[in-house]
């Protein structure tokens, strides 16, 4: 993966958060919009999870060493664990606000203006969505992937903001601060949702469907009676798979280490692997 390029997609993110977090809690305040500053708080999660990818980016490019033989890969999954850690406790405190608003009925009319901001943040997180879903795409970065995902969900959430502004302008008023609670409840399904895909490869979790994918790629080579065991585990944004096969007893050591140079060769080219362990054993 060109690390360089997927380093400068995580920059694009980070300056535009920037930008829109920093205007919409300054409109979202002169502007009496609980929603808008929601969003705005919501943005600035969006700033930690960005700056957790470039961070966990910039150490996988430290060559391995002797305390880590495997590399530095997994440092974006921490950045990412620890990122969702904040991000659940911004998106508890955007909830504890607007819950206070709708029970107290503390509520004000917005300015038309904070719609307008709103409007125009939910464009250019869209153009942002396009730029880093074609990049992800590209560079095949799972850390990009989750990246543009999150900001096709802001643009839509600014979207939602929106609606609310206008409808609480027209009068129902209540709408400002329930658009603020369904922004905080985002925040935390989105903080959650990087929690437990970051503690599943943190223990070694891995997708059953990809194993069976795998497993059959290595039992069509030429050579191979039965794949015996199959484990498959992510090291940051790469597989590292180690698989036990079968082969006739009688075959000379240079044919079995043919057939493991060819379980090799077929994972690395279909499927993109290319930390793999292959171990073969005589069949019986």
């Known amino acids: 993966m060109d690390i360089v390029s997927a380093e400068r997609g995580a920059w694009v993110s980070i300056y535009t958060y920037l930008i829109l977090?920093?205007?919409?809690?300054?409109?979202?305040?002169?502007?009496?919009?609980?929603?808008?500053?929601?969003?705005?708080?919501?943005?600035?999660?969006?700033?930690?999870?960005?700056?957790?990818?470039?961070?966990?980016?910039?150490?996988?490019?430290?060559?391995?060493?002797?305390?880590?033989?495997y590399g530095h890969s997994r440092a974006e999954n921490i950045s990412s664990l620890l990122a969702s850690f904040i991000m659940m406790v911004i998106g508890f405190q955007v909830l504890y606000e607007a819950v206070q608003s709708l029970w107290h009925q503390e509520t004000t009319t917005p300015s038309l203006l904070a719609a307008l901001v709103g409007a125009g943040a939910a464009i250019v997180m869209f153009c942002v969505f396009l730029y880093n879903k074609r990049l992800a795409d590209k560079l095949q970065s799972g850390a990009l992937k989750a990246v543009a995902k999150d900001n096709l969900s802001d643009a839509l959430v600014s979207v939602g903001a929106v609606v609310g502004i206008i409808g609480a302008y027209f009068g129902l008023s209540w709408l400002d601060p329930l658009a603020a609670l369904v922004v905080g409840l985002i925040i935390c399904k989105t903080a959650f949702e990087i929690f437990k895909e970051t503690s599943l490869l943190l223990t070694d979790g891995f997708d059953e469907d990809k194993m069976g994918e795998y497993k059959e790629a290595v039992k069509a080579i030429t050579g191979v009676n039965d794949v015996k065991d199959l484990r498959a585990r992510m090291h940051g944004n790469d597989v590292v798979l180690d698989v036990t096969v079968t082969v006739n007893p009688e075959l000379s050591v240079v044919r079995s280490h043919e057939i493991a140079d060819e379980i090799e060769e077929e994972l690395e080219t279909k499927h993109q692997i290319s930390m793999i362990h292959v171990h073969i054993e005589p069949d019986h």
């Not at 002169?30 to 990818?53: Q, R």
């Open 21 to 69: 977090s920093t205007l919409k809690l300054f409109i979202g305040n002169i502007a009496n919009s609980e929603a808008l500053s929601a969003d705005g708080l919501n943005n600035f999660t969006d700033i930690i999870a960005s700056v957790a990818v470039l961070i966990g980016l910039k150490i996988s490019k430290k060559p391995r060493d002797k305390n880590h033989p």
